[in-house]
């Protein structure tokens, strides 16, 4: 299918999201929307995908234009999606989720679940999206559900595949494993529109990449261009894509964990005997694949999870199982790893999510009251100094694009007075400029002799941010190493074997 | 002429304000098919229509007729009636007459306006409060024990009357909030077999020594002494009940509006409310929230029943909140009505009053059951919970996304 748009404007009341937006997508193709956080991605995305309505403008399939009213009509039209912020419902099993909305039926309109399981075989089979029809999505490992997304996605015979950032949330071992079902896929003549902020992958798998700032076009380059000038496009100016940082200055131990041992929902020991010792003024960036007890570790840490022995330790105190209030007023900062659920409240507004732990503290309340002015000026500094690109600080989160909603967090987090910082995946959805900046405000937080301690999956930050860096695998720590170990031993530690070299 | 667009607009954007006025619209037109379809003489002047020439201008000016006299009665019971207002400010004569419609629909919109607003600062934490009427039985009837078995000056007394009408809703609230905060027992449940509960616990005391007028066999309490009664606003000789229950029900107004708006807990009540596991990880502790809550919502609803009783009747008995009587029902269609926020339920609980009151004034003159007020009462909510169906009808552009959330804020388990 060939795809053309033409001319395409949507505002939103008086910021225009998308301005006079022309894109081809040949048929067969990868073509790979690049732009910073807010740029209009998304938005582009759902006025094609008819979840939108553009202001102006045309769209054209095989260069007959299409009236998209709503995304039935997309689908219709052979265009599937997979969003940003994935649409499964967790309880249903992996075949109800994918005919939901266009459920096969036998006569008495009952279900047809035999017929289901088969649609859903033949699209596995075809493309190497293994995933099994019956078990329920939310016992699946992020990437399967991604998996159930994109067969879903595909289902109606979907010609024109729209990925919303597929990457965002998957180890790099999965990320490997859909740019393969990518090429499968538009080795039938699909095509597709891949959006992802990792230049890597897009240099990597793109056929063509188009670059948005600011809701217009900026340029069409093939993937030949180097990181360095796509990052200049998107941002607008140069972006340093490493992180410049001096020597740490580690002092006395200030987040420190012993013994520890947690379980997880099914009781079964996913940290198993941590002990790690974060310093005042130093990074420790834990690495791992994730699903390794990284996640539990952090939820332990910070009064989320209980603790079954061992004992974790702040500035000196012991904080084990403690509420995470008290945690949260001995000075432990967190930036959660799933933000809409743990890190936000969407429905509110930009500048209560920025005092959401801190409603009572002064200057934003006094005797139980909120001093709503205080509150504002707060919301107005933050907004400033994190560039989070949104029409008011009383505009509700929700309209505020993925990597500026992250943005608000890590805002929120970094503006409090810290003794420690546990960040997970703290720049998961961000663009390149955004990355540099809050590694930049981490790296100050380690300088103000904070101790840091860092969860990410992407093995390039932990490497570029860690002043030491600690593997996890099995519940357990594998190796703490400097970070210009070589990416093999790492990656041998992340897999539970131990380097020659460290042997 | 740009102002006019503006409007226009506005109203084609669907803000719930817009929403509301079209369920209002749309919910009296659903009672205009009920009385055509429930009035033989319309229906004899449409089966003559297809008979005779000419016909059809007859039958549609019968609808009309008896469609334009339910709700003109509607209007004229709960609002004012013009004529007969223009008689008192023609010759002075009458003010009681003209006034009476108003005065009733104030008297009614009092205890809905607090118990509704008790029931929307539940929603707004994401739990639902059923049991709102029960808290308002319990509340009543501590006032009225406290008020005809204590003695004492009525500066105390009517304080302290008021203050045991909240305790008793507090403790009517305290039962499903611990339960729910520390065996997790669902409050859906809790709440509306509470409302049993309470409503044999009132019987129980109106046929029991103390509560009991003395040398009665019926379930009828003393009645309160005059220094513990919401004395009716101009006097007991202007025949008007409307009395200074407005003044608890303004400040309670003033209460939810700083609570809500102002307050930390109300912030953390609507953080709760909003998203459970993001306010865990910012430190709100669940279980206090919770039973706060519900603590301040049943004592709110216990005001309710007691500025009820203190206002009107100043005795209960067993028909006191039960069946159509109970505002702790209506509260959670007014609370929903006003999407759980003080101002829009204070004006849910106006349009309310007035379709209960306006209701029967339209039994008494035309005949139609007073019933239908409750069937465009619950008509217009069920437009409000569906406002997609609305802007459907309408033809409004797409929704904000806060107003299609109306239905749902505040259902969470
Ligand atoms: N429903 C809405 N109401 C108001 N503004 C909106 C709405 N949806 C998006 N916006 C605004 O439109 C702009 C573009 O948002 P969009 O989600 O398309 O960005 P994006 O390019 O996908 O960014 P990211 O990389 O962070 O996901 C943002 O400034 C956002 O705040
Ligand atoms: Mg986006």
């Known amino acids: 299918m060939r795809l053309e748009l033409r001319g395409i404007t949507k505002k939103f009341g008086s910021l225009t999201a998308n301005d006079r937006i022309d894109l081809v997508v040949e048929p067969g193709q990868i073509h790979c929307l690049l732009g910073e956080n807010g740029a209009g991605k998304s938005t582009l995305m759902n006025v094609l995908f008819g979840l939108l309505q553009a202001d102006e403008g045309e769209i054209l399939i095989d260069g007959e234009p299409v009236r998209l009213a709503n995304s039935g009509d997309a689908v219709r039209r052979g265009i599937g999606m997979v969003h940003q912020h994935f649409m499964l419902v967790p309880v249903f099993s992996v075949a109800e989720n994918v005919v939901l909305g266009f459920e096969p039926t036998r006569s008495l309109d009952r279900l047809d679940y035999a017929r289901a399981r088969e649609d859903i075989r033949s699209v596995s089979r075809e493309f190497g999206l293994e995933v099994d ?76 990449i188009t670059v948005i700032r600011a809701g217009r076009v900026i340029g069409t380059v093939p993937p030949t261009a180097s990181e360095n000038e796509l990052a200049a496009m998107m941002v607008g100016r140069e972006v340093s894509l490493v992180v410049d940082k001096t020597a740490a200055a580690p002092r006395e131990p200030v987040l420190e964990v012993r013994d520890l041992v947690v379980r997880d929902d099914r009781g079964l020991a996913v940290v198993d005997g941590v002990s790690l010792a974060v310093r005042a003024g130093e990074i420790v960036a834990l690495a791992g694949v994730q699903g390794n007890g990284q996640t539990e570790l952090v939820e332990a840490i910070t009064g989320l999870r209980h603790v079954e022995s061992g004992s974790v330790l702040l500035g000196g105190r012991d904080v084990t199982n403690r509420s995470p209030r008290e945690i949260l007023d001995a000075g432990l900062g967190h930036i959660p790893e799933d933000r809409q659920r743990d890190g936000a409240v969407l429905s509110m507004s930009v500048a209560d999510n920025l005092v959401l732990n801190t409603p009572r503290r002064a200057p934003f309340a006094r005797h139980g009251t909120r001093n709503l002015r205080a509150v504002r000026d707060n919301a107005e500094t933050q907004v400033e100094s994190f560039d989070v690109r949104t029409s008011s600080v009383d505009a509700p989160l929700s309209s505020l694009s993925g990597g500026n909603q992250q943005k608000v967090i890590v805002a929120r987090e970094l503006s409090r007075p810290l003794e420690a910082l546990v960040a997970s995946q703290p720049t998961r959805g961000l663009d390149v400029g955004s990355i540099e900046y809050v590694h930049r405000e981490i790296v100050r937080v380690r300088d103000e002799g904070h101790a840091v301690l860092i969860v990410s999956s992407e093995l390039d930050e932990v490497m570029a941010l860690g002043d030491r860096v600690a593997v996890m695998f099995q519940g357990r720590i594998t190796g703490v190493v400097d970070p210009s170990t070589s990416r093999e031993d790492v990656g041998l530690l992340m897999t539970g074997s131990t380097p020659a070299e460290s042997r | 002429m740009a102002r006019v667009r503006g409007l226009w607009d506005r109203y084609r954007s669907a803000s719930p304000v817009t929403i509301a006025l079209l369920a209002l619209v749309l919910g009296l037109v659903v009672g205009a098919v009920i009385i055509i379809a429930t009035t033989p003489e319309i229906l004899n002047a449409w089966r003559g229509a297809f008979h005779s020439w000419g016909a059809p201008g007859h039958a549609l000016k019968v609808t009309f007729d008896n469609v334009g006299a339910a709700y003109r009665s509607i209007v004229t019971g709960s609002i004012v009636d013009p004529p007969q207002f223009w008689h008192s400010v023609t010759t002075g004569r009458g003010w009681t007459a003209s006034l009476t419609p108003l005065s009733e629909t104030l008297t009614y919109a009092i205890p809905l306006v607090i118990a509704s607003i008790a029931v929307g600062i539940t929603f707004q934490t994401g739990l639902f409060n059923i049991g709102a009427n029960g808290q308002a039985i319990l509340g009543g009837v501590a ?34 909030g611990l339960l729910k905060a520390y065996t997790g027992a669902h409050e859906v449940i809790v709440t509306l077999m509470f409302n049993y509960v309470a409503s044999y616990f009132m019987l129980f005391c109106l046929l029991s020594t103390p509560l009991q007028l003395p040398n009665q066999t019926n379930a009828i309490s003393r009645t309160m002494p005059g220094g513990t009664q919401l004395a009716p606003l101009f006097g007991t000789a202007s025949g008007l009940r409307v009395n200074y229950g407005i003044v608890v029900a303004l400040a309670v107004t003033v209460f939810a509006i700083w609570l809500l708006d102002r307050s930390s807990i109300g912030f953390e009540f609507r953080v709760t409310g909003a998203n459970p596991h993001a306010a865990r990880a910012s430190g709100i502790n669940a279980r206090r929230t919770l039973v706060t809550s519900f603590l301040i919502s049943g004592g709110l609803a ?10 009107t009747t100043h005795y209960i008995d067993q028909n006191f909140l039960q069946g159509s009587a109970g505002i702790g029902f209506t509260a959670i269609t007014v609370s929903l009505l006003g999407r759980n926020r003080p101002i829009g339920i204070v004006w849910g609980s106006l349009l309310f009053a007035a379709l209960e009151v306006g209701g029967s004034n339209m039994q008494a003159n035309t005949g139609i059951p007073y019933d239908l007020a409750t069937v465009i009462q619950s008509a217009i909510v069920i437009f409000v919970a569906t406002p997609v169906l609305v802007k459907e009808i309408f033809r409004l552009r797409t929704l904000r996304a806060e107003s299609i959330k109306v239905a749902t804020a505040g259902w969470g388990s």
């Open chain 1, 133 to 208: 029809p019956d078990v329920t999505v939310e016992s699946l490992p992020i990437g399967l559900q991604q998996r159930v997304e994109i067969i879903k996605a595909l289902g109606h015979d979907a010609q024109l595949l729209i990925l919303d950032e597929p990457t965002a949330v998957l180890t790099p071992q999965e990320a490997d494993a859909l740019m393969a079902i990518m090429r499968s896929l538009t080795a039938t003549g699909k095509s597709i529109l891949f959006i992802s902020h990792k230049l890597k992958e897009v240099r990597h798998v793109s056929d063509v």
């Open chain 2, 143 to 176: 006032g009225v024990a406290v008020a005809t078995l204590v003695h004492l000056p009525m500066v105390l007394h009517l304080p302290l009357t008021l203050l045991a009408g909240i305790a008793g809703g507090v403790v009517g609230g305290a039962i499903p």
């Open chain 2, 302 to 311: 216990g005001l309710a029943g007691v500025t009820w009783v203190a206002g």
